[in-house]
RNA sequence: GGCGACGUGGCCAAGUGGCUAAGGCGAUGGAUUGCAAAUCCAUUAUUCGUCGGUUCGAAUCCGACCGUCGCCUCCA
């Protein structure tokens, strides 16, 4: 992840398969086809955090529907450039330093730190640049520069605003009119020609960090990075620029305006804005030991300043790929409300898939996590050659990548992985498959043709990409516990084997009291955790 | 006040003009089991906030109303 130049592609870039992918542009308010500026190449921008604060999980949102996206684009044969930025100058991490009296930037390290430690959680690890503001300060100085050239900005008193009225399209992102927007223009509100203008470049003041600049020692205002940081890794013009709705005013209605109006070409082609989560219920965001815990709404907008935090905690408690899932479980356009249940069930539905991953191991003495995942959806596609299991198994393919093409509907997509669920546990039902299988026949090969196929999805959306953590900070003593459960699985054994059922019940619903379920197969006991 | 989104079974959630309204969680019945768990099978919305309208036909389009939420100030 470096900020260097956008890679070329070159001669061996995928020839494309132009599938019908259709994206919903913000801009258009319709869902248009994919057609990248550059064949078989698409820039892709994400606004990333202001990292002043630890990140929440609705900081989540864009990253893992993101990273699903790049996913799904590259299988389907482009070449993606996705940009991340950190924001990392800002008013609020002046205040933050002030208030724990320590760098700025310390701060920014730290934040980002958390930042990244959580989108690896969550498997999110497409990214290609994750460029820093402070890094690029000459970008963005020349950028305003230009723009005062041009005569859409202009200086005062060593601050510089960006004139809103020289550009005829503004506020066509948000579907607002100028008139619409007179606020009082905030605290430069004298300074500036029309109370709608924005801030490019701000004087700092005395003890505020500062860059020298032709107007004076200060800093960017909010969105020029995202303009300038764009600009320099994926160009004038690129194709989809994404972020959370609540994005869409201002910040994103301005970058457009600051780099239409520097480089005369429309910034984006296709604007994408996924729904914002909500709190479910009061009091279960995080720490609501905040400012806020008297208000006593019910339902509100997920934010650091109503005390929302404690990913990092969440993470540990429900796992990061049951949180992704979470997310990927909704279209990501609608709101997502956030509850310890709904995280609960997707704990609930994702074990019944672990549970396969066994089984399937038990026949094959193989990991399903070790199945080679196809790289292009072409790849993927296979001859069912009559075989129903089979048949429907292509079927259920085909209704997979149809619900991708269209507008990345991850939430019908994964309906279609449960029935593949369902068909696999059938097969092996039906065939008795289980351990000792004969691992030559017809049976266990279509056992792998459909445990092929859940890899192949999955992985599109970025699941399964390694065993289930197994109670995290438990691994220590793993040993010692498979060692207990041998013991007691055997005595009730012998308990059962004597008829003696209230014994083996009572080891097994003591068991379960604690969180272990024992399941009795033909072919001996086994255990796992409660999920 | 201006702009916008949403309201689908007990809960979550797709679908946005026409096959029997996906899927998950849960529940119920059956197969299996000593009994369970897991798995499989079946059932679980004549109905999509309310009332009107357009249409041969609407959950899907239009209008009104009710309700929830967001943006307009910092926010993924």
């Given amino acids: 992840m470096s900020t260097a130049t956008a890679p070329q592609g070159g001669a061996a870039a995928a020839a494309p398969q132009p599938a019908a992918i259709r994206v919903y542009n913000t801009l258009s308010k319709t869902k248009e086809p994919l057609e990248p500026i550059r064949p078989g190449q698409i820039g892709m921008y994400l606004c990333g955090p202001t990292v002043y604060a630890e990140s929440h999980i609705g900081h989540m949102v864009g990253p893992v529907i993101f990273d699903t996206i790049k996913r799904f ?87 510089v605003f960006f004139e809103v009225a020289k550009d005829p399209d503004y506020g066509q992102l948000s579907n607002r009119t100028l008139e619409s927007m007179l606020g009082d223009g905030g605290e430069a509100a004298g300074k500036k020609r029309a109370s709608g203008d924005f801030a490019l470049w701000k004087s700092a003041r005395p003890e505020e960090p500062a860059w020298a600049s032709p107007w004076g ?203 593949l669920l369902r068909a696999a546990n059938r097969h092996l039902d039906q065939q008795g ?4 299988a004969d691992r030559e026949t017809p049976a266990v090969r279509t056992l792998y043709r459909l445990a092929g196929v859940l890899r192949d999805l999955t992985s599109v959306l970025g699941l399964f990409r390694q065993p289930p953590p197994d109670q995290p900070g438990r691994q220590a003593d793993q040993g010692l516990t498979d060692g207990l459960m041998e013991l007691l699985i055997s005595l009730r054994k012998e308990a059962r084997a004597q008829k003696d059922f209230a014994t083996g019940d009572r080891i097994r619903d003591r068991l379960a009291e604690l969180g272990v379920l024992l399941l009795d197969k033909k072919e001996g006991t086994f255990w796992e955790r409660k999920p």
């Fill in 217 to 419: 020692p200060g800093r960017p205002g909010w969105h020029i990075e995202c303009s300038a940081m764009s600009h320099a890794i994926l160009g004038e013009t690129f194709d989809i620029h994404g972020g959370g709705l609540d994005l869409m005013f201002p910040h994103h209605e301005n970058e457009r305006a600051q780099s239409g109006c520097c480089h005369g070409a429309p910034m984006v082609k296709y604007w994408m804005h996924n729904g914002l989560m909500r709190a479910g219920e009061k009091g279960k965001v995080g720490g609501k030991s905040d400012r806020q815990a008297e208000s006593d709404d019910v339902a509100g907008k997920i934010s650091r300043s109503r005390g929302a935090g404690g990913l990092s905690q969440l993470i540990r408690r429900h796992t990061g790929e049951r949180i992704r899932f979470f997310l990927l479980r909704t279209h990501y356009r609608s709101t997502i409300v956030y509850g310890e249940e709904g995280l609960e069930e997707s704990g609930a539905a994702l074990a019944a898939f672990y549970r396969f991953f066994e089984r399937f191991a038990e026949v094959t003495g193989q990991s399903f996590y070790d199945l080679p995942a196809p790289a292009h959806r072409a790849e993927g596609s296979f001859d069912p050659a009559g075989e129903g299991v089979l048949v429907e198994a292509a079927g259920l393919r085909d209704k997979f990548l149809a619900a991708m093409d269209d507008d990345f509907n991850t939430a019908l997509a994964i309906s279609t992985l449960f029935d």
């Fill in 433 to 436: 498959l289980g351990i000792g």
């Fill in 73 to 159: 684009l590259r299988y389907s044969g482009y070449q993606v450039t996705w940009v991340v930025n950190i924001t990392d100058v800002d008013d609020k991490l002046i205040a933050k330093s002030r208030e724990r009296k320590i760098p700025m930037g310390q701060i920014a390290i730290e934040m980002t730190a958390d930042y990244l430690a959580n989108l690896r959680e969550l498997g999110v690890n497409q990214i290609d640049h994750l460029p820093r503001a402070t890094d690029h300060m000459g970008e963005i100085i020349e950028f305003i520069r230009t723009l005062i050239e041009k005569g859409f900005a202009y200086e005062v008193d060593g601050d």
